[in-house]
T-cell receptor, first 112, second 116 residues
Framework: SQQGEEDPQALSIQEGENATMNCSYK?????LQWYRQNSGRGLVHLIL?????REKHSGRLRVTLDTSKKSSSLLITASRAADTASYFC????????????FGKGTSLLVTP | GAVVSQHPSRVICKSGTSVKIECRSL??????MFWYRQFPKQSLMLMAT?????????EQGVEKDKFLINHASLTLSTLTVTSAHPEDSSFYIC????????????FGNGTRLTVT
């Protein structure tokens, strides 16, 4: 299985602080993606970073990728209460129609 | 943007009955759709890959006779949970990819199935 693992499993911060989540995976990848899931809802794509990229930004999101360590991090800057959600990293799997393997997720709570 | 619609959002059924969940791509054609299952506070587990016009590809450990998948058109895939049991209670989510194989997945809002 290529399933990744995020840490921490749960993170509680106050509004305005930065939140950092990490993800590790096991096999080689073409790209790594981060998704967000609000409670009881589907997932929403946040950002994709290709295997030949080391860092990518999108608004308040910053993603890094270290293929030598098979790890990635997601940084949310200046967090807001609306950022409260679960965050998952996902890697592609070429042997299942290019489905994605998801990590276990980080549950982020941002308190006002 | 691309939208995937999933219906119903919640369903409660009695043991032994069957439940059908629909997944539609609203503004694009999807030759492949993916069905995931998620237990509370856990990750998404791929159940099967739905292929338009052909048989679905099931992940190891997923019973194909219990979880029937039909992908009859380029915009609709259905998952039928047959002879449901309480242990089938879960959150089922479908997804589809609009572009190339390395593009992001678009997800439905999921179906919360409760079997009593």
């Amino acid at each position: 299985s290529q399933q990744g693992e995020e840490d921490p499993q749960a993170l509680s911060i106050q509004e305005g602080e930065n939140a950092t989540m990490n993800c590790s995976y096991k096999t080689s990848i073409n790209n790594l993606q981060w998704y967000r899931q609000n409670s009881g809802r589907g997932l929403v794509h946040l950002i994709l970073i290709r295997s030949n990229e080391r860092e990518k930004h999108s608004g308040r999101l910053r993603v890094t990728l270290d293929t030598s360590k098979k790890s990635s991090s997601l940084l949310i800057t200046a967090s807001r209460a609306a950022d409260t959600a679960s965050y998952f990293c996902a890697t592609d799997r070429s042997n299942s129609g290019y489905a994605l393997n998801f990590g276990k997720g980080t549950s982020l709570l941002v308190t006002p | 943007g691309a939208v995937v619609s999933q219906h119903p959002s919640r369903v409660i059924c009695k043991s032994g009955t069957s439940v059908k969940i629909e997944c539609r791509s609203l503004d694009f054609q999807a030759t492949t759709m993916f069905w995931y299952r998620q237990f509370p506070k856990q990750s998404l587990m791929l159940m099967a890959t739905s292929n338009e016009g052909s048989k679905a590809t099931y992940e190891q450990g997923v019973e194909k006779d219990k979880f029937l998948i039909n992908h009859a058109s380029l915009t609709l895939s259905t998952l039928t949970v047959t002879s449901a049991h309480p242990e089938d209670s879960s959150f089922y989510i479908c997804s589809a990819r609009r572009g190339a194989n390395n593009s992001p997945l678009h997800f439905g809002n999921g179906t919360r199935l409760t079997v009593t």
